[in-house]
């Protein structure tokens, strides 16, 4: 399995986000994507999953255009981002077994066990979501994504504000996450963790790919660099 | 099936975060109840019959209570970005219009026979005519509120202007809305016929599964990034 964005286009008004963005991940694989604030990192995620309206370029899956107006698209993707998506007043449980009612799982307590499990969360399964600490409400958030399954996962700065065991949880579903069928893109800060997790990575800088390259061999310090000479640039502004 | 169960899904899951959270429904009563007192106190009963104006007074109340019960429509969607991975699974648009439309709509009744209680009971109306009757003139009428709300909810929340644009957007067309409801509703109070009444009342229809229908179509684009 492979996903792949070519050329890919996204405008926020007159602000070029993305401007010919190219990238891939293959299955069984992270793919890690760097850059400083505003080089466009969550809108690369966004138009790889279909979230975000392309205003250029495509997204293939296997070759195949998808598109996030496509609810099969939608169906085999995952997304875990800082903001946990859950409501806070209600029970790990009945959220995931609201969001298993969205992908049409009606029947959903095995999968809800099982999603719990992997993340280590199943005892907190009856906890209200607002009682939770932040690292508990990122597994449950993890649980969710991964209750249908999805072939492809998308996890925006998961880390931030985890503590080191939360995140070291967090790391440890991950890395088993991408040893199945899955595509797992990561877009984060943390470039010393988003190496040792990533078998690819690529640098955005201003909307566009900088630097794309195996992880293995790379330091952060020479990723870090790569970016933080240009962070302070502005956006591109769109021709025209 | 499929969409009725997501319908079902999003109804029951808004009516149990609303039962824990409490935010709407004491809003909405303390609104209702104090808007009732307020308007029996400031009227002079012995110069305008209660039964003249009661009908008028209901239907304020119930369209304020409807705007600000549809305000926090999606607060909860939006505060922990739970809408985003709404918006991810393959769930239809319209259904999750129609599902969030049907728990304001659970909400809307309960205020609304609040309002009417409050407004029968401050006024001193002593034969409020066949309570049938009313529920047949403000079910249609309360189906187009909450449609006309949750919709409008929806673009409120995804704009700058927040709150403040929902009753700029919602009021204009709410319009027909109040002026055939307080029609119905005051050929009801003074014990008219059913044939007085019915007309209004299919227009009310008319405009709540007209309201249904357009926001069920239109939804997915104040919802879509």
Redesign the interface.
Known sequence: MTLEGRDLVCDYGPTRALDGVSASAQAGAILAVFGPNGAGKTTLL?AL?G???LDGGRVLFDGVPVS?TD??W??R???V?H????????TVE?NLR??A????Q?AADDALRTALNRVGASALAAARVGELSRGQRQRAALA?TLLHDPEVVFLDEPFTGLDPDGAALLEAALAELSTGKRIVVLATHDVARGLRLADRFLVLRCGRVALEDAAVGHQAPDVTAAFDATAALAPAEVAG | MRELRWIWLFAAKDLRTELRSGGRLPAMAAFVVLAGFLFAVSLDRTQIPSRSVAAGLLWLVVLFAAIAGAGRTFDLEDRHGAFRHVLLAPVSRRAVFLGKTAANLVLLWLATALAFVAVTAFLGVRSPGALVAHGAVLLPGTVGLAAVGTFFGRVSSHSSLGDTLLPVLALPLLVPVVFFGATATARVFLDRPWPEVAGPVRLLWAFALGALAAGAVLFRHTAED
């Open positions: 966004k999953s979230e975000r309206r996030g609810p099969a939608r169906a993707v995952g997304v981002s903001r946990t998506g859950l409501y806070e007043k209600l009945e609201f969001f009612g969205l992908h049409g009606r969710r």
